[in-house]
């Protein structure tokens, strides 16, 4: 100790005189990178290149190793704290703990991390945070419906989206398995009937039980989980108040808003005084009757798809066209196939008031419309739903006085590549992200990586392309990239090629049913080897054909690769591999 004591003092005085001091190798590439870090951050250093130094430089770096337990360069220290080595310098860069060691020393934070929304990407994040050992916090609240429908932890997708919209469908696709059962010799009553309320309660126990496994996760992760409502006070401080108005505050050094959105009502009579949405319908204690959704896209069509496949009487007010942004030809196919089951549509009609005629559980509502024409359309329905898109819940977290952008039309936040907002310690996933997809596993992935990104060496960035979705009509449609409109748009028409089949799944052989109504589609770029832009497929289980070609279309797959993949035998996927030119049909 006695032999390395001036040496020691040499270092301590460095540390001392210097705000950011850098003990380097001039050969160093993990030097070098510090260094250009500090740069950007416009902060002034002294790096010490020890292998120009000889024996001393021998000597400094032993000392080094017995005040910081530390044998590697680079070695930094801010304002005398010791930060650690390259790893270490650029997470506590992207944490924003450098910065706060420029400006004098670490602030003290209640959490490293506060989420606000419990949903798909809040939950996701909160999960990997704690595992990377962060303190986490969880803030998430329902806000009832104007009806008063409330639900617990989980989101959208897990209450009243993806998991109990995919189970009212295989209640639905029952019905159609009832209808070809006599074909292979099932022997029914003639009259099998379907009980709204015993189907509502099993999805809502099954979804009781996820929301009791949501908070049992995040307790075992050592999240901290707050049911109360959240709003920024300060940058770095929430204010949230719970059910019963108790308010709690808390402090974070970064933040993620996941906050999601909520469905949006028309601004007509009637509209939320009598009528429901989504967020309503799944737990619904009574059967809705005669419906109406207003709304052409995935929620509309969904809902209408498996409302009438349950048995009940069903239209849909479509405005103008089916699923704006997915390829028009599918989506016309998909309203075909809806309309020749028996879904009514009532075309180029938008609501303009809805009167109560009759109480009841359901009662009878007058529904009033303007047609394109001008003229008037009045029906009665026992329901109406209303799915003409969601509004992001942006509007009460006093986000832009955190000098957060907001996009002025719908609300969304604004971010860059990494999901961070205009303000640098907030970051946006999800729903709430302007200009991306409203998917749950986009939600997700967004979610684990910008963590990632944040508290590791990790610069992966989600990628928002080429992401497969599937819509649960009756005939599911899935795809993956891009529309034959939006292929033709980006490449030119000259460049396009478009494969096609109508197919007809095994399964409905025997009872005929929809006949051909399945169909596949590969939009390929010429000028690059027929490269597959475009995958479209309409039919049983498209959800899961889609997933795994998602993967070929992700990886570059060509029109010849499709082909050269031998099929498995008999499936609707097979379909796929053995498309053609439509002269050649
Ligand atoms: P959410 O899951 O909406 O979570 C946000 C949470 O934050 C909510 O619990 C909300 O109450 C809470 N919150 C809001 N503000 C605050 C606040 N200030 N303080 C505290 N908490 C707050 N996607 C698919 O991939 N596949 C599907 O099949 C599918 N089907 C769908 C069907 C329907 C009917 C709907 C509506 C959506 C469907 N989606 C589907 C979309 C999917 O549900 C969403 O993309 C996903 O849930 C978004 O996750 P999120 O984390 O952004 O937000
Ligand atoms: P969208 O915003 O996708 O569609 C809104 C629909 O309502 C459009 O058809 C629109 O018609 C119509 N519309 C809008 N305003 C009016 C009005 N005033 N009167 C009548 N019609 C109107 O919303 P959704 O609610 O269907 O879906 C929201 C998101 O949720 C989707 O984008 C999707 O990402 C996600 N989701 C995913 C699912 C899945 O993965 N399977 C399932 C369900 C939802 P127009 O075209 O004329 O504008």
């Known amino acids: 100790v006695s032999t390395m004591a001036p040496i020691m003092d040499k270092v301590d005085s460095l540390v001392q005189a210097n705000k950011v001091m850098i003990f380097s190798k001039s050969f160093c590439p993990f030097c070098n990178k510090v260094k250009s870090l500090f740069e950007r951050h416009n902060a002034a250093f002294l790096a010490l290149e020890l292998d120009l130094m000889g024996e001393e430089g021998v000597s400094i770096q032993e000392a080094l190793f017995a005040k910081t337990n530390q044998t590697t360069v680079p070695n930094v220290f801010v304002n005398g704290h010791h930060v650690g080595g390259c790893d270490a310098t ?57 009806i008063g429908t409330t639900w617990g932890l989980g989101g959208t997708c897990v209450n009243v989206g993806c998991i109990p919209k995919k189970l009212m469908h295989k209640a639905a696709l029952f019905g159609e398995d009832f209808h070809d059962a006599p074909y292979f010799g099932w022997q029914l009553p003639e009259q099998v009937n379907h009980n709204w309320n015993k189907m509502v309660e099993e999805i809502q126990m099954y979804l009781k039980s996820l929301n009791f496994g949501y908070r049992t996760v995040l307790r075992e992760k050592g ?28 402090t974070a050094r970064n933040f993620i808003v996941a906050v999601g959105g909520r469905p949006r009502y028309p601004e007509i009579p009637g509209a939320k005084e009598h009528c429901i949405t989504s967020d309503d319908l799944f737990s619904l204690p009574y059967c809705p009757g005669k419906t ?38 599918m989506a016309n196919l998909i309203g075909d ?69 907001l996009n002025a039309s719908n609300g969304k936040i604004i971010a860059d590549e990494g999901e961070k907002s205009t303000s640098g310690h907030i970051h946006a996933i999800g729903d709430v992200l302007d200009g991306k997809l409203e998917l749950t596993p986009v939600a997700i992935q967004a979610g684990k990586l910008l963590v990632r990104r944040l508290y590791t060496t990790s610069e992966a960035l989600t990628d928002y392309a080429n992401v ?35 197919f007809q799944p095994l399964e409905y052989a025997l009872s005929k049913r929809d006949q051909f109504k399945s169909y596949g589609k590969l939009v390929c770029v010429k000028n690059e080897n027929y490269r597959v832009v475009g995958f479209h497929v309409l039919g049983p289980n498209a959800g899961e054909i889609t997933q795994g070609y998602a993967l070929g279309i992700k990886l570059g797959a060509t029109k010849a690769d499709f082909a050269n993949l031998i099929g498995i035998h008999p499936t609707c996927a097979e379909e796929t591999v053995k498309l053609h030119l439509l002269a050649n049909l």
Not at 91 to 99: R, T, V
Not at 366 to 377: F, P, R
């Open 90 to 146: 650029v997470i506590a860069s992207k944490e924003g703990k450098l910065k706060e060691l420029l400006e004098g020393g670490p602030k003290e934070y209640d959490y490293d991390l506060a989420i606000i929304g419990g949903g798909s990407g809040g939950i996701a994040a909160s999960k990997e945070a704690a595992a990377l050992g962060k303190k986490v916090v969880v803030f998430d609240f329902v806000k009832p419906t104007p």
């Open 223 to 250: 999240v901290t989980y707050v049911n109360s409502y959240a709003t920024f006070k300060e940058p770095n401080r929430l204010q949230a108040v719970d059910k019963k108005g108790k308010v709690t505050e808390v």
């Open 292 to 329: 109406l959704l207003v709304g052409a896209s995935y929620i509309a069509l969904e809902c209408a798809g498996f409302l009438h496949g349950v048995g009940l009487d069903v239209s849909v007010m479509v405005r103008s066209i089916f699923l704006r942004g997915f390829d028009q030809q």
């Open 337 to 405: 196939h809806m309309e020749s089951r028996g879904i009514k549509f009532v075309r180029g009609c938008v609501p303009t008031s809805v009167e109560k005629i009759e109480e009841g559980a359901p009662g009878l509502l007058k529904v009033t419309g303007k047609m394109d024409d001008g003229t008037e359309y009045v029906e009665n329905f026992n329901t109406v739903i209303f799915a003409i898109g969601r509004d992001a819940c942006t509007q009460s977290l006093n986000l832009e006085a955190m000098g957060v952008k």
């Open 468 to 502: 497969p979705t599937t819509v649960f009509t009756p005939l599911e449609y899935g795809c993956v990239g891009l529309s034959e409109e939006d292929a033709l748009a980006k490449y030119g028409a000259e460049n396009i090629e478009v494969y096609h089949t109508h």
